[in-house]
């Protein structure tokens, strides 16, 4: 997963991205629509990166959050940030596809971790530590991309994220790509087939699953001119992915 430590280079134009991307608020508002409610539940937020999602959850009223990424200069800004605040967030520098279990968590949040699994094999790790850091009937709730998403019908550009090439790898796509950002943002991602995700899914035990596609809001669609969303709706990159234990 070599290219999570990409974010070790990107720093703070990550947090830039997400303040200015257009596709961030579709992003957070169906993740949190996906979560519910959080109040009084442990949650374990993987590929936290600066710890946005977590500090959100906390502040929703989530008994326990832990955030865990491979970067540490995002783990440093994370700690930052919820220290400036006074959260009890505890946050881990750890691969995911080899981190020890950090408990029973009722729910494990994975905005954008599964999309940087380099084979198939890191995929079902990746699905395997969700298990393992979760309690019977527990749920993840996860943001990836959209294995139906393909560059030939359109980039993504205005929305935040180019996408430089395709190129077919181990049975799915190595995706070279960047975060609009000044200077641009480089890293990579890794697109897996649904049939990929549902394997992954089954062999590390959960017993149930559902795609969630993003959601626009009214207050989204009403900001920006007339058609922008529709080759996001069209062809979209990202999607929501919701596993219970």
């Known amino acids: 997963m070599s290219s999570f430590t990409a974010y070790d280079a990107i720093g703070d134009r990550f ?32 590929a936290c990166g ?3 999602f977590g500090r959100e959850l906390y502040r ?9 990424d491979i970067s540490a ?9 919820s220290a400036q605040h006074n959260e009890a967030i505890e946050f881990h520098v750890a691969n995911v596809c080899d981190m020890p279990v950090m408990g029973q968590f009722e729910r494990v949040t994975a905005a954008w971790l599964f999309n940087y699994a380099q084979s198939t094999a890191e995929l ?9 850091n979760m309690q019977a009937g527990g749920k993840l709730i996860a943001y990836t991309v959209d294995p139906s998403f393909r560059l030939d019908d359109g980039n993504f550009t205005k929305y935040g994220v180019h996408v430089k090439s395709e190129n077919a790898h181990e ?9 609009v950002t000044t200077p641009p943002s480089e890293f990579t991602f890794y697109r897996w087939s649904h049939e990929d995700y549902e394997r992954a899914i089954r062999k ?21 001119p007339e058609g922008y969303w529709g080759d ?13 234990l």
């Open 15 to 46: 947090e830039v991205f997400t303040d200015t991307a257009s596709q961030r608020s579709v992003e957070t508002e169906t993740f949190f629509h996906m979560v519910g409610d959080i109040k009084g539940k442990s949650v374990l937020d993987l």
């Open 50 to 52: 600066y710890g946005y």
């Open 60 to 68: 929703r009223g989530a008994a326990r959050v832990v955030g865990v």
């Open 73 to 81: 200069a995002m783990i440093d800004l994370a700690r930052k940030e």
């Open 124 to 132: 079902d790790a990746m699905f395997k530590a969700v298990a393992d």
């Open 171 to 179: 049975g799915g796509f190595r995706c070279p790509s960047e975060f």
């Open 204 to 224: 590390a035990g959960f017993s149930d699953y559902h795609w969630q596609r993003p959601l626009i809001s009214q207050a989204n669609r009403q900001k920006f």
């Open 232 to 244: 996001f709706e069209r062809n979209c990159l990202q999607t929501g992915l919701v596993c219970t």
